[in-house]
């Protein structure tokens, strides 16, 4: 099991950036793929971006391809998910996920261990 913090969230207007943090202790999170998911107001909790610990493979979702970066530091332990040109849409709760061994997913039941989430507003 591994424990995760999200941080970095915050209200930003339409156009703007942000960089979301996630970290990770516990176990061996070289082990883990490590993804970003969201859920906004009424609404499923959605895949947005998804990275492996060992070559760095990546997956998006397609409303935040182009706009959003995921990364990874292993020496500290720490999934980055950089987002760029922000809509009012993309206005939800995001969540650090992360899930035993390499392969990325994009469904939550995928992951096992879950952040409490990071609340993102995009103002129009």
């Known amino acids: 099991q591994v424990q995760l913090v999200e941080s970095g969230g915050g209200l930003v207007q339409a156009g703007g950036s942000l960089r979301l943090s996630c970290a990770a202790s516990g176990g061996t999170v070289s082990n883990y793929a490590m993804g970003w998911f969201r859920r906004a107001p009424g609404k499923e909790r959605e895949f947005v971006a998804a990275?492996?610990?060992?070559?760095?493979?990546?997956l998006y979702a397609d409303s935040v391809k182009g706009r959003f970066t995921i990364s990874r530091d292993n020496a500290k332990n720490k999934v980055y998910l950089y987002m760029n040109s922000l809509k009012p849409e993309d206005t939800a709760v995001y969540y650090c996920a992360a899930r035993p061994g390499t392969g990325v997913r994009t469904y939550p039941l995928a992951y096992n261990d879950w952040g409490q989430g990071t609340q993102v507003t995009v103002s129009s």
């Open positions: 990275i492996r610990w060992d070559d760095e493979t990546t």
